[in-house]
């Protein structure tokens, strides 16, 4: 099975930026497509970036499109998401997860392992 394990999280003021990372366990994690995905208490969990497996197709839900990035680095088994000019609505759960499959994904039943989820709060 593939483990996953979010880290980074914390208290940003508005405007501010973090760095998440996920660290994947297993031998081929360059075969896997890796995602972001976030929830706000009382929400459905949303999409938020996915990158593919050679890193060479990325897709943002349009709420964060031009401020967060998604890369990786298959050497080290590691997703990352950079969050810049962080938003209050910005505010939750990041939860970490992959694909069975090498292409990009935005629909949330293609992935099959799910980290623990790390929390981000972004105050006013």
């Known amino acids: 099975q593939v483990q996953l394990v979010e880290s980074g999280g914390g208290l940003v003021q508005a405007g501010g930026s973090l760095r998440l990372s996920c660290a994947a366990s297993?031998?081929?994690?360059?075969?896997?497509?890796m995602g972001w995905f976030r929830q706000a208490p009382g929400k459905e969990r949303e999409f938020v970036a996915t990158i593919s497996g050679s890193s060479s197709t990325t897709y943002y839900t349009d709420a964060v499109k031009g401020r967060f990035t998604i890369s990786r680095d298959n050497a080290k088994a590691t997703v990352y998401l950079q969050m810049n000019s962080l938003k209050p609505e910005d505010s939750a759960v990041y939860y970490c997860?992959?694909?069975?499959?090498?292409?990009?994904?935005?629909?949330?039943?293609?992935?099959?392992?799910w980290g623990q989820g790390t929390q981000v709060t972004v105050s006013s």
């Open positions: 297993g031998r081929t994690f360059s075969m896997y497509a």
């Open positions: 997860a992959a694909r069975a499959m090498s292409s990009a994904s935005t629909l949330y039943a293609d992935y099959l392992f």
